[in-house]
């Protein structure tokens, strides 16, 4: 097996958890740079819009060179389209390609993808293998333009990306396929689970502390995961913890406690990039938060909704995210979530801070500084 950039992070590894909704292009920018995550993913794509020629699917891997490493994510349950899209993600540059087999979203996991996967191992060694197998092909020169079915409008649009990739991301270097997972379906399974996808030898397997049943629901089981990575230990395959991570001494903590190669940290560093540095004597001054707000709106607004004004909707909740104790907290949100552009936002903060060392903190000034 020939070394890949997991093999070249410094241990222990913290890294950006993906998130459906959350983790696009901008986002991924400001984490990276404020935060400097060891590893940032994408949020997942179906490997069927590769199919379909949705041309949409490319603005879901947008990504700048400062993200990297940075992983593509994808799902599905047919290997053929896993193959096929293993391809694409490798013409695109992306240091390393994720398959979901943890998201439980019903509609996702009815289709036997995601989380679903768990209840069929055999499949999910399908697809991992599909997966490697289009990483090789392309190793060995080949590209989407060598797939008959690949629509005519992605195969330029896929060609130009590469073409403006710097040369060395260009080359056709080893691509390695990593899992994320999650301890079990409606219980608790590493031990059954686990032990086929190490059959597959994925690179890394990051997996979430709780069941498919819990959702997002109930605390993370990090004994499970812990478990999980006596399992791996002498493998080849990086186990990673994900689940409840609020700091960066408690992702250390968690490391140390259950023998980890790292963590993906994901709800914790919304609207706080700072999570993935160690705490600082002096902290961060909290109004900073909301300069970051602003460039990340600022962002969303260049790379995501300059074509649909109604997608700046998306970038509401994170907005709020970066209000953090500070006084008005809670009616600076207010405001932000009701923000359509990024001049709204630089607006409502502008009358925050020309107000914010003159009025008491209570509600009926507030409402008057951001109305």
């Known amino acids: 097996m020939s070394a890949t950039f997991w093999d070249e992070l410094s241990r222990p590894i913290l890294g950006l958890a993906p998130m459906d909704g959350i983790t696009n292009h901008p986002t991924r920018h400001i984490q990276k740079k404020y935060g400097q995550p060891a590893v940032i993913y994408t949020e997942f794509v179906a490997v069927e819009r590769l199919d ?17 490493p940075i992983i ?19 013409e695109l540059g992306f240091d390393g390609i994720d398959i979901n087999m943890g998201c439980p979203a019903s509609s996702i996991v009815h289709r036997g993808s995601g989380a679903g996967l768990i209840q069929t191992p055999k499949l999910a060694q399908a697809l991992i293998a599909a997966t490697k197998a289009g990483v090789a092909a392309w190793q060995n020169g ?57 059959e597959s030898e994925p690179a890394a397997i990051a997996i979430h502390g709780r069941t498919l049943h819990q959702g997002y629901r109930g605390e993370a089981d990090w004994d499970e995961i812990g478990a999980a990575a006596e399992l791996a230990r002498g493998s080849r395959t990086l186990i990673l913890g994900n689940g409840d991570i609020r700091s960066y001494q408690q992702a250390q903590q968690r490391i140390a406690a259950y023998g980890l190669d790292g963590v993906l940290i994901g709800r914790g560093s919304n609207g706080n990039p700072f999570v993935f540095q160690p705490e600082r004597a002096a902290p961060v001054d909290r109004y900073r938060y909301l300069h ?4 990340h709106a600022r962002l969303h607004e260049r790379w995501i909704s300059k074509r649909n004004p109604y997608r700046f909707l998306s970038m509401r909740k994170q907005l709020g995210w970066y209000a953090r104790a500070i006084p008005g907290a809670n009616m600076l949100r207010r405001a932000l979530v009701e923000t359509n552009s990024a001049d709204e936002v630089e607006a409502v903060l502008q009358r925050y801070f020309d107000h914010r060392l003159t009025w008491e903190p209570d509600q009926k000034t507030v409402l008057s500084v951001c109305a």
């Open 142 to 198: 080949a590209t989407l333009r060598d797939d008959p079915g690949a629509p005519p409008h992605l195969l330029a649009a896929v060609e130009a990306r590469r073409q403006a990739l710097p040369p060395a991301y260009q080359a056709r270097r080893p691509i390695p396929v990593s899992v994320k997972t999650r301890i079990g379906y409606a219980a608790p399974q590493v031990n059954e689970w686990v032990l086929h996808l190490l």
């Open 52 to 68: 379909i020629g949705d041309p949409a699917m490319l603005n879901d891997f947008l990504y700048d060179e400062s993200q990297r």
């Open 292 to 295: 970051i707000a602003l460039e």
């Open 72 to 90: 593509a994510q994808m799902y599905g349950h047919i290997p053929e389209r896993c193959r096929r899209m293993a391809v694409m993600l490798c």
